[in-house]
């Protein structure tokens, strides 16, 4: 009682002191990320209306850039765009499916849980392009058995992608999965045993309601993840066989940089793509915190 007059004067002094400083912490990150982002993103919309080779020579030409990306036959833009949505909704059910199913096994009382936890995370760690290539490696081993190989066809891009995916993705999702299950109260689990829930109905009518938070993070990233992926495109398939096996994000990357006099269309591209992912996620978050409130 007697610390509780000195610790009111600390507050009120801390709290003075943080209103008088704030712009000196607030504007160095502001004018970062002004420059690193903001400019650069006013500037990208700007180019996508432009013909141009450097930003210094852009001509303004209107809509011509995007009505070029559909209007033009030899561009498989519109094939990258279904290969890349589909190859999304595959990895986003695959991985937050085994994600959750292997945090349900690694919250139970087994020996040796942690060494499993670290094993499953550790892919995370692994750079996109090394994935890529190692898993070039493997596949096309196994392949070459079948007298085939990635870029047989784009059937074999897409499940090698997949596979790919969920190796680097399931460990990270599974550490969030876990700590939205250790949050679940025992006492509530302990209610519904002794109401006579069955194991699938804890599972159903408990467990996933309150593990909705972790749902909705995991899978916004994994949503967002799948339609950026580049890095692990380029490696595995390069879009081989004949640009089939090429995602969205790669598609952009060859129309911006493989394609002379097409940086203004490569340009439009990349607006369109990110209109699209930032649509797709935030209608997925809000739909998901939707399931959240009504539990």
Excluded at 12 to 32: C, D, G, Q, R, S
Excluded at 136 to 162: D, E
Excluded at 193 to 217: C, E, N, W, Y
Aim: proline share 4%; charged share 15%.
């Amino acid at each position: 009682m007697l610390c509780s007059p000195f610790l009111k004067e600390r507050g009120k002094n801390m709290e003075k002191a943080i209103k008088k400083y704030w712009p000196v912490f607030l504007l160095p990150t502001m004018l970062a990320f002004t420059i690193g982002f903001i400019a650069p993103f006013i500037m990208g919309i700007y180019l996508s209306f432009c013909k141009f080779t450097t930003v210094t020579d852009a001509k303004f030409v209107g809509l011509a850039n995007y009505a070029k990306i559909f209007g033009d036959p030899t561009d498989p833009f519109a094939h990258s765009l279904w290969y890349t949505a589909l190859f999304t909704i595959v990895s986003v059910l695959l991985i937050n499916i085994l994600a959750f199913a292997v945090a349900m096994l690694l919250t139970k009382k087994i020996r040796g849980t942690n060494i499993f936890r670290t094993v499953f995370f550790m892919p995370n760690l692994i750079g996109g392009i090394i994935l890529g290539y190692i898993w070039q490696l493997l596949l096309n081993g196994i392949l070459m058995y079948f007298q085939k190989t990635l870029t047989y066809s784009s059937v074999y891009g897409f499940w090698g992608l997949v596979i790919l995916m969920l190796w680097q993705q399931v460990g990270y999702m599974m550490i969030i999965y876990i700590s939205g299950i250790q949050n679940i109260p025992g006492e509530l689990i302990e209610a519904a045993k002794i109401d006579g829930a069955s194991p699938r109905q804890i599972l159903f009518k408990v467990t996933i309601p309150m593990v909705m938070p972790s749902i909705t993070i995991c899978t916004f990233l994994t949503l967002t993840n799948g339609f950026k992926l580049f890095d692990q495109n380029l490696a595995l398939t390069g879009g081989e066989p004949s640009k089939m096996s090429e995602l969205l994000a790669l598609n952009i990357y060859n129309t911006f940089y493989g394609r002379a006099g097409y940086e203004g269309v490569g340009q439009a591209k990349a607006v369109l793509f990110f209109i699209l992912v930032a649509v797709i996620a935030i209608g997925q978050n809000r739909l998901t915190r939707t399931k959240e409130v009504q539990q």
